[in-house]
């Protein structure tokens, strides 16, 4: 009785490594409509209210950030890192979040 006790409890501890990830769901309104995105790794988008000025519709966007300056060797090693960053956009103007 006490061993089965031990391997069911050890396989009731296991259970949520053996499970599929969970993933969180946002909202979030854009340029172009309200959208609805399972959250993955990586940063999710800043928001944008008040930074655009008095220009509508104001979103975010993924932009690439630039390597300039930066001597750590990313780009050299993995040819295909590619780092991006989030700004805010209204028309063909781009806003620091």
């Not at 930066?70 to 050299?76: E, F, K, M, Q």
Request: charged share 20%; glycine share 10%.
């Amino acid at each position: 009785m006490m061993k089965a006790s031990l391997i069911l409890l050890l396989l009731m501890s296991l259970s949520p490594l053996l499970s599929e990830p969970t993933y969180k769901a946002f909202s979030a309104k854009g340029e172009y409509g309200e959208f609805n995105e399972k959250m993955k790794l990586g940063s999710k988008p800043p928001s944008c209210e008040y930074r655009c000025g008095a220009c509508k519709p104001c979103g975010a966007v993924k932009v690439p950030t630039t390597s300039e300056g930066n001597n750590c060797g990313l780009r050299a090693q993995y040819t295909n890192y590619e780092p991006e960053g989030w700004m805010c956009k209204c028309g063909s103007s781009f806003y620091n979040p």
